[in-house]
């Protein structure tokens, strides 16, 4: 069965500053790899996914993640945060063939700060 | 766009009551999920339906049950609350095209049962 760690749990950064969300997968199959993000009170929303080809993939406002599979990796960035970027993100794994789809870790609460 | 309805966003029910979580989704997704979400456990999948009628148990189905009848429609039912179900429930739908698929989710219904 496939897991996802998220190593932290809480992370807060100062505006304009880079940020990392680190996120490590665990499997034995070939996998599909997302992150969602949770804004204050509303439900989770599709910031970028990985399926194949290239390992840098690009998402909405500005993040982007990169796939490392010899380091069972998906960690997600963004060069300069804005207040607006505070929420929780989600790091979440599906397998091919599977028919349930995605497990999700536990969670980073991004907090920015001005 | 996508839209996923939640019937409430706070319920409080008693315990021992039986309690009916409503989603709806206008597009036509063959998909649908139902989570339970905890801060530090991120989202755990309860169930979910591929096809109308259809049901399959996900990693928490213990004390729940559901019901889809319609296509657009997936039902959550708690038998007989307890306070260990008190939780951020959210559901989320998704095409039929397999595990590489973006979910969309609801945004949410907080329940608290006293």
């Known amino acids: 069965a496939q897991s996802v760690t998220q190593l932290d749990s809480q992370v807060p950064v100062f505006e304009e500053a880079p940020v990392e969300l680190r996120c490590n997968y665990s499997s034995s199959v070939s996998v599909y790899l997302f992150w969602y993000v949770q804004y204050p009170n509303q439900g989770l929303q599709l910031l970028l996914k990985?399926?194949?080809?290239?390992?840098l993939v690009k998402g909405i406002n500005g993040f982007e993640a990169e796939f490392n599979k010899s380091q069972t990796s998906f960690h997600l960035r963004k060069p300069s945060v804005h207040i607006s970027d505070t929420a929780e993100y989600f790091c979440a794994v599906s397998v091919a063939g599977s028919a349930r789809q995605l497990t999700f870790g536990s969670g980073t609460q991004l907090t920015v700060l001005p | 766009d996508v839209k996923v309805t939640q019937s409430s966003r706070y319920l409080v029910k008693r315990t021992g009551e039986k309690v009916f979580l409503e989603c709806v989704q206008d597009m036509d997704h063959e998909n649908m999920f139902w989570y339970r979400q905890d801060p530090g456990l991120g989202l755990r999948l309860i169930y979910f339906?591929?096809?109308?009628?259809?049901?399959e148990k996900g990693d928490i189905p213990e004390g729940y049950s559901v019901s889809r009848e319609k296509k657009e429609r997936f039902s959550l039912i708690l038998e007989s609350a307890s306070t260990n179900q008190t939780s951020m429930y959210l559901c989320a739908s998704s095409p039929p095209q397999g595990p590489s698929e973006t979910q969309y989710f609801g945004p949410g219904t907080r329940l608290l049962v006293l």
């Open positions: 990985y399926l194949s080809g290239s390992t």
């Open positions: 339906s591929y096809d109308v009628k259809m049901k």
